[in-house]
């Protein structure tokens, strides 16, 4: 019977007759020392010190990353990781590592370029501190669908293979369909709003999205993980942003909860969970001056370039954030009522005594990173008809849409969060492609 | 404040004063009697009776599918749908369906083709029937991650758009994938087992897989939803089964208990959750004979063909799950131990006195559909390189592979559970494209 690492020292606490105990296996690190091999052993739960006599069958043929099953008897030893430690009675390498390792997985990967982690990628993985991002990912994706569960939404799958781009035909990867061509998702964006108005009314998904975009920015992938959410019958953006706020209230709090070991690795917090109701709202005219204003105060103490910013782009993010950081104690902001002109097509619009150039539609910024885009979108038909030829599209290339809403469509909204950007950001990490187990860019479709 | 449909017995009940409630939704139906209109109302949550008078504003000019906001005073009728009515006092129509629907939404869907009701998808969808199965398939994946989570496994993300396939070339969707050609994922196979290695040792995947085979049958999806497991230090497939039992079992309990409204639409149970650890494991040769017997059985009283069956074909699927069902109370069977030429390479072989030609895998068949398919892998690195040649493989075409084994990996394995073959097999639908909100053939891209 396995034990894992973790267990070991409650194993050695109430071991008083020495009895011997399994634990299985990586071995993480190597140090001999006057005839005695310690090994640190990595297993899913942690690590442990495992000490093994120069003169026990096996120990002197061990490599790093080898997998290994000791039985031993465990003691309490307080200067062990974790308090606790195994003495070897038996030692079999299951699999022996070849000691021709490319990739040293216990270093310190600050060392370490990107580049050389992701070339490394099967391996890098290993590395605690690395795997460490994937399991505060996991929390957050459970989180966010718990949330969203509990407060009446369903689940939905939908086909990431379509027959054509709902925002255009930009930025679309092309698939050879049979005989035809097909194209990539950008987004569930159409379908999620089929599945409002069928009547599920509010509906989530959790999928992959793609964007054939060439840039290469720490911010961008050209896969990535997609937490979306629409719901029907909202008054305005409004509503959504507070769905938000209260999903990522309770994604810090379970993050906090269950990946203290993963935050303390990364030495990253998450915002104090009861801090997200005050997040700022902040309508776009209104951001823009605030991030002119920060700007020009980090130019006078030589903190930023001082050159006029024009619209909320990442170098507005990281200001608009760091004064919601200071003036509300929470580094996370919504910017709402966007020009037209940033939005797609799609976008309701804000009533603002008739002048419609602003829309019901909104970002959230989160240290520094826009993580969210949603709004409420366009439900009567007519409207949306009269929209098609200000953007220069033609209804016959929206059949899908027209049919969606000539037949009954509530008024309804929604956000995607970027699931790597907000893993990103709750770590402190530098480049979103850490946040991406096998991220994708121009150059990369491997491993 | 709006009410649910589901809510508003609760509050006729109460309800002595005559106040006012709120309630939107879809006009399902219209009946009109007497001077006054009867509108079956269709929400999230259900379905309920609204009674109109004629002379209140908008009655006339409803249609159906239009979403419309009733305020009225809540009343019992043990006749209405529920045990309740809403009076009105006051109607809005929010969106007005266009007259001429080109799907009859209240229709019986028993009476419409598949075809139909796929190229009507986005009105089809709002028939109660058809919505019930989308909420059968959230709760199984609900229900699958839940039972992994709780035993420790670790929910991974990883990416669709792959450098080469892992099973070979053949079934590939190809990309255009900035200037080089790339692959839509037939199965996360080789990610999960980087992430075993990885440390994680237990992973689950709910995501897309792809295969572009070109048959069209009732069992056969283009894109489907793959429900993936992978978990190190096993010693056989029998490890897999007995977690894929306990999985099953929780699924069907979580069924049971949050679905039984969609069951009872139509006409299905779930197996008794306790009696799926009864479910018989069965050795392929095994298997063939017990096909055998009973299609002999069957064509003596004139069911079966009675053919010799020569593999485990759709037909011999159906016998299997027949005599399980009667044999063991439960229709469903692990046939495990299949021969080495219907696996794929990386299948661990089961050491049975030198014969190394049966493997260590395993189907699952449900209700005469195979659901599952799973096995164990080989973990070790050179009995990887001596098994290529054998299929006709080249190591240099399994470069990450190499590297994974090389490195020190776990004996591990895996399964896959197709959630539409699952969510298909628990309501009896006739085709697997039924339980595939946008199915994917063909002919198929769109909506």
Known sequence: MRCLAKDVIT??????AGAE?????????????????????RDRSGILQVVLSEDLAGAGKLTPESVIRVTGVPA?????????????????????????????????IARTGLETILDNRILSLRNPKIRAIFKVQAVIIEAFSAYLRDRDFTEIKTSKIVGSGTEGGTELFEVDYFDRKAYLAQS????????????????????????????????????????????GFIESEKDLIDLEKGLLAHIFDQVARKNAGE????????????????????????ALKIANDEAAAAKKTGGASGGRIFDINPEAERFICAWAGREYGVELAFVNEFPRRYRPFYTYPLDTGGAASLTMSFDALFRGLEITTGGRRQHDYNAFLETLPKFGLKPEDFTGYLSLLKYGCPPHGGF????ERLTQKILGLANVKEASLFPRDRKRVEP
Chains 1, 2 share one sequence.
């Open 263 to 286: 935050l303390a690795l990364w030495n990253a917090s998450v915002p104090e969970p009861d801090s997200v109701a005050g997040a700022p709202i902040i309508p776009y005219g209104e």
């Open 188 to 231: 569930p964006q159409f379908y999620k709003e089929v599945m409002v108005a069928s009547g599920l009314e509010r509906v989530f998904e959790v999928a992959p999205a793609y964007r054939a975009e060439k840039h290469d920015t720490p911010r961008h992938l050209n896969e990535y993980v997609s937490l979306d959410v629409e719901m």
């Open 11 to 16: 194993a050695a606490g109430e071991n008083k």
């Open 76 to 108: 309490l030893n307080e200067k062990a990781p974790g308090g606790a430690e195994l003495r070897a009675v038996s030692l079999e390498i299951i699999s022996r590592a070849a000691p021709d390792l490319p990739y040293q997985v216990n270093g310190d």
């Open 21 to 41: 105990i399994e634990v299985s296996g990586w071995v993480h690190r190597i140090r001999e020392l006057g005839g005695i091999t310690f090994v640190v052993l």
């Open 416 to 419: 995607a969060v970027g699931c």
